[in-house]
């Protein structure tokens, strides 16, 4: 087995071998890639919890308001379009009933998820428990295969 050392006239080799540089660069990415957390943007909300002890079903509110938002940034009270500060507002008035009203939270396909997110979070600030995600169906894609 023959080695190159350089050309035949007994120069010295001039360029630098890079493989074992690319391998430890390659292992070093790789590295990285799996050290790296998954950048998650979420908001809890905290959802009612079922210990499994058999209770009976609350009773049924009719009282219902729901909250939409619009793919222009509207924030919409049962279909009419508010700012948050009246949002708080009403959130706070629901609070007040001897019932708690149902509330339903319900964004179209293309609504920002800036508002959402601050929707979302101005809801749970207000400690509201009849709390639930509506239209969710909208979301669900089906392939045509």
């Avoid at 938002?69 to 948050?84: F, H, M, P």
């Avoid at 009403?90 to 800036?114: C, G, I, K, N, V």
């Amino acid at each position: 087995m023959a080695m190159s050392g350089g050309k035949d006239d007994g120069s010295p080799m001039m360029e630098i071998n890079t493989t074992p540089l690319i391998d430890v660069m390659l292992v070093l990415l790789i590295m990285f890639i799996i050290t790296i957390p998954m950048a998650t943007h979420s908001v809890d909300v905290d959802l009612p919890f079922d210990d499994g002890l058999e209770k009976p079903p609350p009773p049924i509110d009719l009282v219902k308001n729901k909250v939409s938002l619009s793919r222009q940034a509207d924030i919409l009270w049962n279909g009419e379009v508010i700012t948050d500060g009246q949002l708080n507002s009403l959130l706070r008035e629901s609070l007040t009933y001897a019932t708690e009203p149902e509330l339903q939270f319900e964004p179209e396909p293309e609504a920002p998820y800036d508002l959402a997110s601050k929707v979302l979070n101005v809801i749970k600030q207000s400690k509201v428990t009849k709390f639930g995600f509506v239209g969710n169906e909208k979301y669900i894609y089906f392939s045509k295969d």
